[in-house]
């Protein structure tokens, strides 16, 4: 079975232009998180998806940040503009609903903003 | 509001040593998870283990054993035979049950390095 995947691993990019970064969870689960982690800090959530629907947006930090998973397979997470403070790894994680399975989370997207 | 707690930010030890990882948490949920999740110098997030606050079981797998002390509001996290392959980021983590239980609370993670 193939995990969670994201793309791309690294991204750089200067104060004020845009970025999305994208993850494919595992086949078949109904479930997506986001995630990150600012430099040295915990890692927090940021939203969850079951299927295309939005469930919990609660950690979005502001409108800078869209995330769309149109189809309920692949989602996005786009940046714009992005700000210094965007800086950190991403994280995206899947699960069963139906099983209630843990978290497998992906290798991250680390995001530089200069 | 949940919290959890890494007060060790970085471990040092020598390879065969044993090390304790310790997580402290807050919630106000009756019913809860507990999670402890491996981060390697490759990136992912690699679990290890969920525990629900039902069960304060010692678990034991291989070298990892895990004591759980809802007393103490403890999860801590031992590696017998420390290799230098366990150096990685470990987080400890908690979720509440509603919503499936993945809405997690990260602590900010303990830097393991384990040298020959």
């Known amino acids: 079975e193939a995990g969670v995947t994201q793309f791309p691993s690294h991204s750089v990019i200067e104060k004020g232009q845009t970025v999305t970064l994208r993850c494919d969870p595992i086949s078949g689960h109904d479930n997506l998180y986001w995630y990150r982690r600012v430099m040295g800090k915990e890692i927090k959530f940021l939203l969850h998806?079951?299927?295309?629907?939005?469930?919990?947006e609660s950690g979005m930090p502001n409108n800078r940040f869209l995330a769309e998973r149109t189809g309920g397979t692949y989602s996005t997470l786009k940046v714009q503009p992005a700000e210094l403070e965007d800086s950190g790894v991403y994280f995206c994680a899947s699960s069963n609903r139906i099983s209630n399975s843990p978290l497998h989370f992906g290798n991250g997207t680390r995001l530089t903003v200069t | 509001a949940q919290k959890v707690t890494q007060a060790q930010t970085e471990i040092s030890v020598v390879e065969k040593e044993d090390v304790t990882l310790d997580c402290v948490y807050e919630?106000?949920?009756?019913?809860?998870?507990l999670f402890w999740y491996k981060q390697p110098p490759s990136g992912e997030l690699v679990f290890l283990i969920r525990r629900n606050s039902f069960d304060e079981q010692n678990e034991i797998s291989g070298r990892y054993s895990w004591n759980f002390q809802k007393s103490t509001s403890s999860f801590n996290f031992t590696i017998t035979a420390s290799q230098v392959v366990d150096s990685a980021v470990y987080f400890c983590a908690l979720s509440s049950y509603t919503g499936g239980g993945n809405k997690l609370t990260f602590g900010t993670g303990t830097q393991l390095k384990v040298e020959l």
């Open positions: 998806f079951v299927k295309e629907s939005k469930q919990d």
């Open positions: 919630t106000r949920d009756t019913t809860y998870y």
